[in-house]
Each structure stands twice: as C-alpha cells, then as structure tokens.
C-alpha cells in the first residue's frame, strides 16, 4: 500500500495517510507541525474525534510498519510491538505461559470485534485508568520504547500516564513503538482479576494484577508487585499491600486488615484469586489496606 494522502468527505479529518517505514510517518508528523495524530486500531481515538475532545486535520495510520508488529521473545525479555491487538496477546502461546496476567488482562478488553482491532499501544498512549492491559504491563515493570525525530528513547511504564487520557507520548510527534518486560521464570506466577458491574462490555469499578517470586524452597515470597486501577487518576503499585502480601506465609494467608481511622478515608480492597498454574502454586490473597 502506498503512503499518498487519501482525500476523505469526513468533516473529522482531511488526510489519511498510510506510511511504509518508521521514518516516513514521522516526517509526516514533523511536517504537518500537531495538526497530524497517529491512529492504529482507532477503538478510542475514532470516538474521542466524534465527540471533539481531540481534533486532528490529518491521521497517520501505522498499522503497516513492521516495528510495530508481533510478540517476541528477546534473550530474558519479551518484546510486543505497539500494534498487536488485544486477541493476539491473549492468545499468545509465550504470553500466556511468561506472563499469565497480561494475556487475562487482554482477554477482558471490551467486545471480540474491540479485542481484534484495538492494540497495546493505543491502551497504553490513551492513558485511562482502567485500562485492563497497562495494569498488568505496570505489574510486570515493563518500559516502552518511543520513536522521534531525533531518535529513539525507552522509559518506564509507570512514568507515562499522568492523569485520565493523559500521556507523556505526544500522539502528533511522536510513535509508541513497542514494549517490553522481563519474562516470568520457573519460581515466578502472575494473575489478573476484575471487577465490573458484568463480564463484557463495562468499565471495571477494580482491575488487579500481581506478579510474585517465591523463594527456592517455594514456601515465603521473595517479591511482590501489585498494580491496580481505577482506583486513582493512574494506575499504580500499591506498595503497602505489597509489603503486607510479602509477610505472608504462603500457604497460610490470613485476611489482611490495616488499621483505619474512624474517620472515613479512601480504602481499596484488592482480592486475586490464583490457581497453583498461573501463580506458582500461590493460594487467594485478599486485603484491605490504605490507598494512600
């Protein structure tokens, strides 16, 4: 396909581009100086620009560029391209069996016609709070890789959404790439969980996800990393339940319940379940604890 502007009757846009390589959408960024947006799935950007809370002259889709394609296993780490859509991670072979929680994750978003369209990257750039993948991505310290004119950078997850559908990736200059995480090894599980008022098609009021290492006699947590949302404008770690979680004897958790004050203050109460498959042979946690 070739990258000459299509000329559309869409009151929306005027130009909608179809860049070959990296570098060619990125001077189509430069060139149009803001008035330019990238697109890929389009499930969010395409309403957003309905309701005019965006607006944009000119749409670069990149869903042709093959940095931004497949799941990849790089040495320690696995790579996912920007554009993989959430029904490719779910049903990822190395997702699942690596890093459990990201293909549940994944299999919850939205409708299948959403899940086979939407991608990773455009979860992550339109920084929602429930965003049912960038939990789990934050769960397995992942970091992005951005694209610009100037060259390519990698950052933290955890550092990108700065409130509701606010994001540090400049969607008129620059391109979210892909995204990578260590892999879960053999004493290593994950688990997502979700809580919404039906299974499909609504907004969590809670998403969870937990990533633990045992030690190697497989009987204390050695470490534990728990995301969550929409609790809060972002998404984020929730260190003390880490830290009560830790204390725990595996095979015996009792209920947690930190001491709260008699005067009402935001609480989260955060309940994974987990098998012995998907969580290193982990049993349910529940806790309540101070959100912050």
Sequence with gaps: ??????????????????????????????ERQGQARVIAGGTDLIIQLKKKEVTARC????????????????????????????????????????????????????????RNVGTVGGNIVNAQPA?????????????????????TRREPLKGLCVGPGQCTVDATAEILTGVRFRALGPNQGSAFARLARRKALSLPILNAAVVVTLNNGGDTFQE??????????????????????RALETYQPPEIARDLPSTPRPVMAVKVRSSAADMAACPSISCIVPWN
């Excluded at 070739?2 to 390589?21: D, G, H, I």
């Excluded at 965003?131 to 060259?151: H, K």
């Design 131 to 151: 965003a049912d993948t960038v939990v789990p991505l934050m769960a397995l310290e992942a970091e992005v890789e951005v694209a610009t004119a100037t060259g």
């Design 224 to 245: 534990v990393r728990l995301a969550v949302g929409p609790v809060a404008p972002t998404p984020f770690r929730a260190r003390k339940a880490e830290e009560a979680i």
């Design 1 to 30: 396909m070739n990258s000459e502007p299509r000329q559309t009757a869409n009151p929306k846009w005027e130009e909608y581009l179809v860049p070959t390589a990296l570098e060619e959408a990125l001077a189509m960024l430069k």
């Design 59 to 114: 749409l670069v889709d990149v869903t042709n560029l093959d940095e931004l394609k497949g799941i990849e296993l790089e040495g320690d780490f696995i790579r996912i391209g920007a554009c993989v859509t959430h029904e490719e991670l779910a049903s990822s072979s190395l997702i699942r069996e690596r890093a459990a929680a990201l293909a549940e994750g994944a299999s919850q978003v939205g409708s299948p016609q959403i």
